[in-house]
């Protein structure tokens, strides 16, 4: 048994939300890096925010901790969740020998009724002390926001509303961001009657913090450092290391996904993935990989092991070989299949439903709950402007929000459930005139 271990190793997971925060598994079977990690790719590549000088002194001037809000979910159910912890038993830990892979992953779903169950933290104090000192969002200052005291509006263990069965959808956020950073999508979902999986890539995500408080931090800064040391080969092996490690955890989660179906524990139903960055490249991978993924949204990840989007280099498996089935790709302004060459091929060789969207004046962490959180720290903590533009762009936080969960939403919809959109997805549409088609 994994020295780890603190469960039975007989219990089994339950993706339904009806089991306990700790659970053992056996298994049967590009902007952002980590700030110290400068650029490495895979959609990773750093950009620059405002002067240490500058953030310093804003922060001198207003002592006190910025708290924030994430914005409330629009649909007709209540959000309940659950944390599971799951351990595969027969994958030795990729990032640490002699460990077995353990992960931790958030179940969102309808719940009958949240009430007397209490609303859950975004992130834990330990992942939010983990999160504040890698800080993917560069010149934010250090120990200024108080990460761990935003709300979510997911309900501990709410009972789960099973009329019907539920499609599955899982999120894998970007390289050194914990899988929190998605709530505003994972929550959004989990409204309109959707279970979501939530995956944490453990010593990639900046903190992962386990039942009983262990928290593992991330290991890529280091990782990054020795293979730059070492020479642009190491990087690029680097990069597809971490990309191979966020699939084989995804097909983890998948198999119990199926376990739970099988338990009837939830309904069969069918299962999309999408996610940020990285995440959104596991996503098409995954499903390039597995069958058992139907459908995949890529918010802003290329999908090549290059340090900038718009390099041409060495493709992915997904984007030279393309995909049968359907998938949605959501850029920030200036990466579309016209200047992603991965992008590009990737449609190419696609025959497949597909769609190439941009939200006009969106930058790459735009695709993350950094859309809301920004602004609110930057008026808190009177960072200048630039701050809030060079993180998440020029497009109000409420309309980039909009259009992301109209856009993922309607996209999962159409695909995992057969529901008409009256040609949404097909153009253009006068409610969202920042979503340009491509």
């Known amino acids: 048994m994994d020295s780890n271990a603190n469960t039975n190793a007989d219990t089994k997971a339950d993706l339904s939300a009806d089991s306990t925060t700790d659970i053992d598994v056996d298994m049967t079977s590009r902007r952002r890096v980590l700030a110290a990690a400068s650029a490495l790719a895979l959609g990773w590549a750093a950009t620059g925010g405002p002067s240490a000088t500058a953030t310093a002194t804003a922060a001198a001037s207003t002592p006190r901790m910025a708290r924030m809000k994430l914005p409330a979910p629009t649909g007709p159910y209540g959000v309940g969740t659950v944390a599971l912890r799951l351990v595969d038993r027969e994958r ?6 002699g460990r077995r892979r353990e992960l931790m992953v958030d179940v969102r779903y309808p719940a009958r009724s949240v009430a007397a169950h209490p609303r859950v933290p975004q992130m834990t104090k330990g992942e939010a002390a983990g999160f504040d000192r890698v800080n993917n969002f560069g010149d934010l200052p250090k120990g200024r926001i108080d990460w761990s005291a935003t709300q979510t509006f997911a309900h501990l263990g709410a009972p789960p509303d099973r009329r019907g069965p539920r499609p599955v959808v899982l999120y894998s956020p970007g390289v050194g961001d914990p899988r929190t950073l998605g709530t505003t999508l994972t ?29 593992e931090t991330t290991l890529l800064p280091q990782e990054f450092e020795r293979a730059l040391k070492e020479g642009p080969e190491a990087v690029v092996a680097l990069m597809k290391k971490t990309s191979a490690v966020r699939v084989a955890d995804t097909r983890f989660v998948l198999d119990e996904v199926e376990r739970a179906f099988a338990a009837g524990r939830l309904e069969r139903a069918p299962v999309g993935m ?11 991978q995954t499903m390039h990989d597995d069958g058992r993924i139907a459908a995949a949204a890529n918010l802003d990840g290329v999908i090549a092991y290059v340090s900038d989007d718009h390099d041409e280099g060495e493709l992915s498996s997904v984007a030279r070989d393309g995909l049968d089935g ?14 992603v060459p991965s992008w590009r091929a990737l449609w190419e060789h696609s025959d497949g439903w597909h769609r190439d969207l941009v939200l006009r004046g969106a930058q790459h962490a735009t695709y ?8 609110q720290i930057a008026r808190q903590l009177g960072l200048p402007k630039e701050t809030v533009t060079g993180l998440v ?3 109000p936080a409420a309309r980039a929000i909009a259009a992301q969960r109209a856009y993922v939403t309607a996209f999962f919809d159409r695909w995992l459930r057969g529901r008409a959109d009256g040609h949404f997805l097909d153009g253009p549409s006068s409610r969202y005139p920042e979503v340009r088609f491509v």
């Not at 890539?201 to 928290?215: I, K, L, W």
């Open 393 to 395: 762009g020029t497009v």
């Open 92 to 97: 030795a830990d990729p990032w640490v020998p």
């Open 326 to 339: 359907p998938f949605l790709l959501m850029g920030m302004d200036g990466n579309d299949r016209t200047n």
């Open 187 to 215: 929550d959004e979902l989990a409204s309109h009657g959707y279970v979501v999986v939530a995956i944490d890539h453990t010593y990639d995500a900046s903190a992962v913090e386990f039942p009983g408080g262990r928290v």
């Open 274 to 284: 999408f996610g940020q960055s990285a995440g959104g490249f596991a996503a098409l």
């Open 368 to 375: 993350t709950d950094a859309t809301s959180l920004i602004p």
